[in-house]
Every structure is written in structure tokens, then in C-alpha cells.
């Protein structure tokens, strides 16, 4: 019996809108995205099997025939994906084309001849044909070869652009700027995660606003689905050897891909073929391997037999015949193929699976960008699949390991990309000020008894899987990019929040923490290191609504989690059942109230159902050991929201209040008038 790990539970619809088609052949993401081919610079923003590469396809083959570009270069991350580019009969469907790449000119399956692939690249150029497919090494060599100028009037398009980073130290982030600064190329961004595991930027900001996003949410995308109608995320701790309690979480039953931790990670036993084995063992009796697939069989205690795909055996023949058998087209719809998929570096990005129902990784990944990679391999929709689920595996802190300090670092960033996971999941947030003007938005559903006047209102559009939100104080944005910011990139806000060390930290384990020491004070600095351009105005309209989506998301779960054996809120509107009575139970929905909830309350409660209390009780002790003194930066930023205070009570916080919040920017100010005073005596 797998065990039930807490975790949130987000539902779906199920409509099916997300997978129909025009009469151009194109799904709702692409027929979206293709609204705005006429645009140079294009960023689109798309979760995994959305359609991404077939929506690249009708926006380039406009570019090439209607806009006067000459060729098209599409860009991808490995050699595997640029098959997602092959050649597509698009006029069977309805499209006025059809998408053909010569085999000379794919680049990942092509040899390259004599010159290799960057010189292919340069013949490409020269040449009259239409359309090149190369990897992201291929194109960064090819421009050190020939220069910018040799692109001028192409299309560039970059799959998965979350590989590209506004640091110097990225080539490719440096070509794509230079090319953006040339600005004789139109550039097509296509990405299902855009924000990175180490929290760079993908693009400098002033590179960024030359761009015209496309969104398209992963709500939207699974709430379209005809199938699937639940997504579980969660997290489970083990003690001892992962590989004795793997049963723990892992069903037989269900359709899994396993990905196993690195050999360099502290979860790892440092033999890999051996975990493997273990795993195998532990399912059932091993029968041999299928000679056609090279899957391995294994007989269940039940008399079933598994189909296993090992990925890890590093001997080329067995792992070549094993990867080609998950690839076989002909075998795509059959559901029976294969049960269980073990693998450790593959079977990540552009990997496509439809029946995988749990996607289990032991060992924290060191990239939140790898980790949405891994949960869009179980996000497919494939007929009879209802339910789907990510659980993420992870070491207890053992108190008398060397490593303790390296543990509570991954449990603490696991705990970050469940966060995130959270808000990418959940419907998109338009937050407007309450105020007298205030009124109904058309085609928003505002509950039982409708549109209110007199207090504010959540309305919610199942068509776009947007919430509207009336909040009391609420700062406007007021530049275009701010405004951009607020409806297009609250998440990159969020991800570089939860994956702030000690925010984190404090939020989980802080007794003493006063909310607004990280809603107002951290968060506020992230924004401003984040968007440095944006007048003080505006950054707090960034902060405001950055805190206001996480925390009425975590406000949601927490009230979706208690309503669990209800069966009246656990249909496809949990979520936004969990926001609206939020929003109904206290006496103003104002920013003041959003800004003294700890974003993290109950990520710890269920961190408490998850772990045992003594490892709990270690992670504690290692936190609280660094207690976080003032900072010169953080009594500055008190002292900004002290000045704040007094414009609005028409007083300076006391330290003696018995409000912590007023009484922590007292202390901001007195920290900084004893510096002043210190810094005058010398």
C-alpha cells in the first residue's frame, strides 16, 4: 500500500478546449501564440506538450512567405529535441503550407560533411533553402565563426529558452543580446519554464522589454484537457537507503517514471546499476529481458508483469535498443507498452510519454526549471488517464551525518519548488484596487449573490482561468513595464522569493518572524535588485502583487487541504473555492492583511505531517544556530516603510508597541540612528 503524502491537489475541468483545433489546424496555445507572428521579438510561454514546436512552425512559415525573412534557424537545447521539428504535414489540417526541413539541414541527425556543423551552418547561409535545425553548441559556434551579420534578416528561434542567461559567463545569452542590439533578426523565445534554478536572469530587463510575451498557462492548458482532471504534488522523506522504501510511494499499478538521484548527491549510494536492481528486486521476481525491446520483465507478487525501461545501464547497446523501443511511433497510443520508466539523466526534457500518471524523483533536483521539466512528463493527457501526480523523494536530516547542513538545504529547496509548482498551477491573478469606481469585469462569475459594491469581490473566469481580485490599498502599476511585469512575470517574482536562502529559512522556522519582515522587507528588495529601473512607485506595485498571488494561493491550499473529505469542494474548483472564502471570511480583503500572512505557514504544517518530529526538530536546530542579526540594508528598507508609517499615522513607529510589525520598524530606525551616531563619535 503506497503511502498518501500530503500534498496540494489542484482540479481541473477537464473541457477539453486546449486540445481542439481550428480550421487552420491550429489548438488554442497555437492559434494565441500565432496572433502575434507579426511581432520581431517574441517570448512564448507555454508548459510542456502545449504545442510549442507545431506553433513555431505557423508563426516561421508566415515569417518566411508574408513578413520577407529570408531563412528560419531553430535552436534546441540537445540533439533528441530536434526531432519535435521533423517535417509536419500542416496542410492536411487546414494550414495554408506545409513545414519541410531538407535532411542536410537537420542539423541534429545530419552529419554535418567535411566542415562539420558549424560549417554546414555556414553553407545553410549561403544557400536558398528555407529552414536549418541545430543545437544551441552548433548556433553559439557558428556565430563566433561567421559573426552577428550573418543572420541579419533570419529568423532566430530558441527552444527552450530557459537555457539562455543574462550573465556574461552565457554565450548564448550574450549572442542572443547582441543580436537583439543589431536588430536585424526577428527572435522567437519559446520556454515552459521561464525563470532558472539559479535564480539569473534569463534576459537583461532593458532586452526584456523589446520582447511581446505569449502566456499560456499551465491552467489553461489542463484545464482544456478531455482526461486528466487532477494534478498531486507532494514531497515524502525517507530515512536509511531510498531503495528499501521506494514501495512506500511507488505503485506498480500506476504508470511511473523514476528518476533516480545522482551519483554525486548525497542520496545516492554511488552505484547506480545496483539501485537499479535493488528497485527491480524489490517489485517483484525478474523474468529476463523482452529481446525486441530489451525492457526488463518482472513478475509481481500479484502475477502480473511489469514492462521496465532501464535508462541507466550505461552499456551503449542495451540503452540505445531500450531507448528506441520507448521511441517507436508505432507504439505511442499502446498504454500496455511499458509500466515503469528508471532513469537518471534522460527522460527529462521534450521526453514524451502521454500515459505517465506519476512522475517520482528521489534526491532534490538542483534546478526548479529540471523539475518542471520532470512534472510535464506526467502532465500529457491520454484517454482513461483522470489523475496524475509529482512526488519528489527526499533524505531525512540525520543528526548524526556530516551532511546535516547540506540536508536541510534540499529539504528546504524542495519545499521552494513545491512552492512555485503551486503558483505555476494555479489560475492567473488580475489583482485592481478597491475602490468607489469599482465594478463587475463581463464574463467573470463573482459567487453566490453576484458582484457586491460595498466590499471587495473575487470573480473568476472559467473561459481564461483568471481570477479578478479587488484588494483594499492596493498599489496600481503605472509604467508599461510594470504593468507587463504584473500580468505577465508574478512568478519569476515568486521563484526568486522562495528560492531566497533566508527567506526561506525564516519563514519555516523563525519563531519570532514578523510576517512583514518578509512580504515588505525581502520581497521588496528582491524587486528592486530584480527591476532596478522601476521608480519606488512601482516596485511596491510589483511587491504587492507578487505577495497578494502567493498568499492567497497558500491561503487556498491551506483551506482546499482542511476541506479535503468534502466532497462538495473537491470538484474541478478547490482552489478558487479556497481564494473566495478566503476573501469571504475576513472583514476586508486589503493589502495590509495579504502582507502579515507568512507565505510559508503552511508549507511548515505539512513539513510537520511529512517528517518525523526528530528530524523536524534538527532542521530547527540547524537554523536557529545562525540566528540573522540586522543589516545595515534591512535597517534602511524599515526606515523606508517607518517614513511610510508616519505619512499615513502621522507618527514614527515605537519600539514599546505592542504591534511587531511597528515595533520591527522602530527598530530600523534606531539601528540606523545609532550607526549615524557612531559614525559621528569616530
Known sequence: MTQQVPSVSVNYAANGSSTKSNELGMREMQEGAYEKRGEQYLLIKSPPASGKSRALMFIALDKLHNQGLRQAIVVVPEKSIGSSFNDEPLSKYGFWADWTVQPRWNLCNAPGGDDGKVGAVGKFLASDDKVLVCTHATFRFAVDKFGIGSFDDRLIAVDEFHHVSANPDNKLGTHLGALVARDKVHLVAMTGSYFRGDAEAVLSPEDEAKFDTFTYTYYQQLNGYKYLKTLDIGYFFYSGSYADDILKVLDPTEKTILHIPNVNSRESTKDKHREVEHIIDALGDWQGADPITGFQLVKTPDGRVLRIADLVDDEPSKRDKVSAALKNSTQKNNRDHVDIIIALGMAKEGFDWIWCEHALTVGYRASLTEIVQIIGRATRDAEGKTRARFTNLIAEPDAAAEAVTEAVNDTLKAIAASLLMEQVLAPRFNFTPKTVKSG???????????????KENVGFSEASGQFQIEIKGLVEPKSKEAKRICQEDLNEVITAFVQDKTTIERGLFDEELVPEELTQVRMGKIVGARFPELDAEDQEAVRQHAVAALN???????????????????????????????????????????????????????????????????????????????????????????????????????????????????????????????????
Open 440 to 454: 463587475p469585469v463581463e464574463g467573470f462569475d463573482y459567487g453566490e449573490g453576484g458582484y457586491d459594491p460595498n
Open 552 to 682: 492567497l494561493t497558500q491561503k487556498a491550499k491551506e483551506i482546499a487541504l482542511s476541506n479535503r473529505d468534502d466532497t462538495e469542494t473537491t470538484g474541478n474548483t478547490a482552489l478558487i473555492d479556497g481564494v473566495r472564502k478566503f476573501a469571504m471570511d475576513v472583514r476586508e480583503l486589503d493589502i495590509d492583511l495579504i502582507d502579515r500572512i507568512n507565505p510559508f505557514g503552511e508549507a511548515y504544517s505539512i513539513l510537520a505531517k511529512t517528517m518525523s518530529e526528530e528530524s523536524l526538530r534538527q532542521v530547527q536546530a540547524v537554523i536557529s544556530a545562525k540566528k540573522v542579526q540586522l543589516s545595515p540594508d534591512e535597517a534602511r528598507d524599515l526606515a523606508k516603510r517607518a517614513v511610510k508609517f508616519k505619512q499615513e499615522r502621522g507618527r514614527l513607529p515605537s519600539i514599546t508597541s505592542p504591534d511587531p510589525w511597528e515595533k520591527k520598524m522602530a527598530e530600523g530606525v534606531a539601528y540606523l540612528a545609532r550607526m549615524k551616531q557612531e559614525a559621528a563619535n569616530g
